[in-house]
């Protein structure tokens, strides 16, 4: 038998139904994963005794036959999400021994499901990074190596944790959040599958903020299938967040194994950004073929104003950031730094408990948003996001879905970047124009490098098309059969 | 436009966090690098564009029944807080 870390999501829940194995002995396998592979530093909180009490309590109600839809899967939950009674941090010191007394509406709709919890998975402070490396709780170690070195990797980020802990099969399935890449750039860097939804398909209700204009919950899986299955239950209307959709959701299962005939799939030139990777390029023109072998048309389009949403990103962004962390007063909950007045309370609590790279961005943000320059970068940036939103719609009229690569390059090492600001800002530059407009999007591992490092293709359709998008994600999935894994040593 | 570091400065203060004098200068330098770059969005004519906030701005937002639907949870609110005193967050003397 394959070993029960090795399992996808369906076959896991096609073995618990047959009875092959049950949620205690599918835990237990991955928790020794877990324990195992702690080195990479996927989790921040680790659940065990939790689960296996959960394990076993869905063990009795399938055998009473009330088995929810993800009954007894064991699954990790990026540490963004508030979980009742166990610490929520968001990776930063301000929120470190944080033990939220609600549970996020999407974790509540997942353990109403059935799901065992794991843990809570690493991620850059307030999901402020592309690589995981702005962690209060240390940086994540990506399970790939390069062929050529044996020098440790980023997992990506924001979600890097999730990403790394699906790709190391320490966990069947996890969440993660993605507010200008952080689901698609991870998983498209761990060979991962990493899906967006459109904004408000789910609630952002305890999920702990930072641009709240873009940020959306979303599933990190090893197959297309997967995330459809993980989806259905985390989205879902919720009167608590008024920006969450009631727009009916499809049966998003159903979209895998259908044919793409006919389905016309736009090729925006513009995303041949300057300083990609030549293998990039080539894994997106063996992305159409493979499209086009399946029935599909594919369609050059243009996107004009594509290389103006990262600069109109880092302006809303980092405003909407300083005004949702606002909250952080040293005085109802996080951390707390001493000061004579009230004033110097707040100033010394934020001074103590923010990262560099968050603080950075609270500054940029005050910066925009203050007297004097709101009208030139702030209101700027939101004009210019409605152009890029109407560009995109008007692809849409002439498309069906956009292929385009997931990130410019491969994973990178740790500290390659530390001094190379907007060099780590680009990592977005293929997500971010999607998240704007708010868009889903879904990154799918298509292939290698020549170093021996995962490379994914990412998929965007019309807002609430996410039948589509799996439609075509499924078939690109099935053509790559990228089967591929990480050589990992203890 | 280059961020000095009176600006850090003044925006350090408007954010409420206390920066150090040598932080003001890797932060102005920073800054100003990002700043520098953003500028490029004046390349792109905007004339009779309308700013978008939210992707779901041409959805009428629900309004829920006046009701009250929460509360009676004073325990959980003040659970977190680092200092409380007989259900009451506490604060450094505002008023003299």
Redesign the interface.
Known sequence: MTELTDLTVAEAQDGLAKGEFSSKELTEAHILSMEKFRGLNAFITETPERALEDAEASDKRRANNETGPLEGLPIAIKDLFCTKGIQSTASSKMLKG?????ESTVTSNMKADGIVMLGKTNLDEFAMGSSNETSYFGPVVNPWKRLSDERPLVPGGSSGGSAAAVGARLCLAATGTDTGGSIRQPAAFCGVVGMKPT??RCSRWGVVAFAS?LDQAGPITRTVRDAAIILQSMAGLD?KD??S??VPIPNFQSLIGQDIKGLKIGVPREYKIDGTDPEILDLWEQGIRWLKDAGAEAVEISLP?T??AL??Y??IAPAEA?SNL?RY????????AE??????????T??AG?GSEV??R???G??VL?AGYYDA?Y?????????I?EEFATAFEQVDAILTPSVPSAAFAHEEKDDD??GMYLNDVMTVPASL??LPGISVPAGLSSDGLPLGLQIITK?FDEETLFRVADVLEQSASFEARPDLRV | MSVDKSTVSRIAQLARIKVSEEDLEVLADELSKIVGWVEQLDEVNTEGVPPMSSTVENIILRQRDDVVTDGDCKSDILENASQTDRGYFVVPKVIE
């Open positions: 944080f033990i939220p007394t609600y904004y408000g204009s009167l008024t920006t959709s009631d104003r290389k103006y600069p109109a880092y302006i300083s606002a007063d040293g005085l109802r909950y996080g951390l707390r000061g004579k007045s009230l004033a110097e309370v707040y100033e010394n934020r001074a923010f603080r950075r609270i500054l940029m005050t910066y203050s970068y209101l700027k940036a939101q004009k210019v996001r409605k152009l939103s600001l907007l407009a708010g807002a």
